[in-house]
């Protein structure tokens, strides 16, 4: 069934933040393995994880999300998305013709790479995902889905600003970087 | 081995961000130009089951086995800043990538290997954040 239902997935996921609290009383959140990933490389610079810093449980559930991906990919792999019509359109109003697969192969591969777009959207994109989250202290998981319905008004607050940068991000910066 | 159930939890997550098509950056443009309902349904039905939960778990004054309540510290507000700032700083680099963390790693693996060079360049990321972080207003 694709795509999995969001009233089944929605759900699913969200009790992965009461499954991390009985397992061991840690907070649901992924971009916090990217400090734990940093602070293995460099220790004593990355003191800026306020709590639950301890112990590699994050990479483990970092690793296990690898893993289930290939194993999705590999035995039930998502058919060409149904698409909203209207995004349809405004892709193609952005230049992207090839819309198959989990991301526009005119930029997510190799040879896009080193293309203005591939560097922006890879590179500079994926700084910006590092960055903005280390910075704002959690990510969709820690604050929209973690934060939020733990009723923390920090949260919110940020997930104002993904939506705002999202947003920019939609209608100023793919339209300059994709032609 | 205390490790294994949270990567047993890990690869449960990360299947359902791929069957749900979570990881998908065309269902993260859906989103961003409101055009479905999808991701919108995915996140909001995830915060209210969660936030029943943890009323649960509030209500059963339930405990780890360390003694201490089950829950999450609460954040620190201070001006709010780094909230709003670092907060808008991912949201455009989610549109960009098209992924938040999770789906990130996810898509090195779903077809997408070229991702692994932006779960680097998030890995940078983070790392310049901790050498600016004294300068930053939080």
């Known amino acids: ?179 | 081995m205390t490790l294994v159930p949270y990567f047993v939890l890990g690869t449960t997550f990360g299947f359902i961000l791929v069957e749900a098509e979570v990881v998908s950056w065309f269902r993260i443009q859906e989103m961003f130009r409101f055009d479905a309902f999808h991701m919108y349904g995915i996140i909001g039905t995830a915060v209210v089951t969660a936030a029943i939960a943890l009323l649960i778990i509030k209500r059963l004054a339930m405990r780890a086995s360390d003694g201490r309540p089950l829950g999450f510290a609460p954040k620190t507000l201070g001006s709010g800043v780094r909230y709003v700032a670092g907060g808008s700083l991912f949201g455009l680099g989610w549109a960009m990538t098209g992924a938040c963390p999770g789906p990130l790693v996810a898509l090195v693996g779903a077809g997408v290997p070229v991702m692994a060079v932006a779960v680097l360049s998030a890995l940078v990321g983070t790392w310049t954040y901790a050498s600016l972080r004294p300068k930053l207003p939080h």
């Not at chain 1, 239902?5 to 907070?27: E, F, Q, S, T």
């Not at chain 1, 058919?79 to 019509?85: C, F, G, I, K, Q």
Request: charged share 5%; aromatic share 12%.
């Open chain 1, 1 to 179: 069934m694709h795509p999995l239902p969001w009233y089944i997935a929605g759900p699913l996921i969200g009790l992965v933040v009461p499954a991390l609290l009985l397992l061991g009383n840690k907070p649901f959140g992924i971009s916090s393995s990217f400090g734990h990933i940093c602070s293995m490389i460099s220790p004593g610079r990355f003191s800026f994880r306020e709590s639950h810093q301890g112990g590699g449980w994050n990479l483990a559930f970092l690793l296990g999300i690898f893993v289930g991906a290939v194993a999705a990919w590999q035995f039930a792999p998502p058919p060409n998305l149904a698409l909203s019509p209207a995004t349809v359109a405004a892709l193609h109003r952005l230049g992207l013709t090839d819309l198959s697969g989990l991301a526009p192969h005119e930029v997510f591969t190799w040879s896009a790479l080193f293309t203005l777009k591939g560097f922006a959207a890879i590179v500079v994109g994926g700084f910006l995902v590092g960055f903005g989250t280390a910075y704002a202290g959690g990510c969709t998981s820690g604050h929209a889905i973690a934060g939020l319905a733990d009723l923390q008004l920090p949260s919110l607050l940020a997930v104002c600003g993904f939506f705002a940068g999202g947003l920019a991000a939609t209608y100023f910066v793919l339209p300059v970087i994709l032609r």
